[in-house]
């Protein structure tokens, strides 16, 4: 028995998120605090989130979101996101003030993401980090209504690296 190629790329992407996002899970963070939420989409569902890409693409008048989605299609993504820390960590002297609400939640949420990405890296997976994926996430509450903050890692095994050069 033996499998060629396409028959597995797949199962290999699919495993390759789920390591990635344990990465996510378990890297550092500030106060020791855990509000990263991870999910894995293909299939059906990421036909939802092109779509909600595509939507977003065409309200705002951004070719990149357009862009994006076509570039997703197909693929497997991991999708990382966090709940606010609004007065969570009871170090803030503002927890009133957005921007700081916003600042803490994105560094625990850009730590995550890079261990993610190692992991993939390690693993020689196709990666890119895309905020547009992260914002139709948020819109069709993938991960839950908590999360405001989110970006989307696409996945590919494929002869050229998909998110290098894309038009």
């Known amino acids: 028995m033996f499998r060629i190629n396409p028959e597995f790329e797949l ?3 699919i495993n390759a998120a789920e390591e990635a996002a ?3 899970r378990t890297a550092p963070k500030a106060n020791g605090l855990d509000f990263i939420v991870t ?3 293909y ?3 990421l036909l939802k989130l092109t779509d909600e890409m595509r939507h977003i693409g065409e309200e705002k008048g951004l070719q990149f ?11 497997v993504v991991l999708i990382i996101g966090s709940r606010l820390k609004e007065k ?4 803030a002297k503002d927890t009133s003030n957005e921007t700081n609400i916003y600042l803490d939640t994105g560094i625990d949420l850009g730590i995550a993401i890079g261990s993610a990405v190692s992991v993939l890296a390690n693993k020689r997976v196709d990666n890119r980090v895309m905020l547009s994926v992260g914002e139709a996430a948020v819109n069709l509450k993938l991960l839950g209504e908590g999360v405001k903050l989110a970006y989307g890692i696409p996945l590919s095994v494929s002869g ?8």
């Open 11 to 13: 199962e290999v992407l």
């Open 22 to 24: 344990v990465a996510a």
């Open 39 to 41: 999910a894995i989409v």
């Open 43 to 45: 299939g059906d569902d």
């Open 65 to 75: 979101i357009l862009r994006d989605a076509s570039n997703v299609s197909g693929k």
């Open 88 to 91: 969570a960590h009871g170090l």
């Open 160 to 167: 050229k690296n998909p998110f290098f050069d894309r038009r």
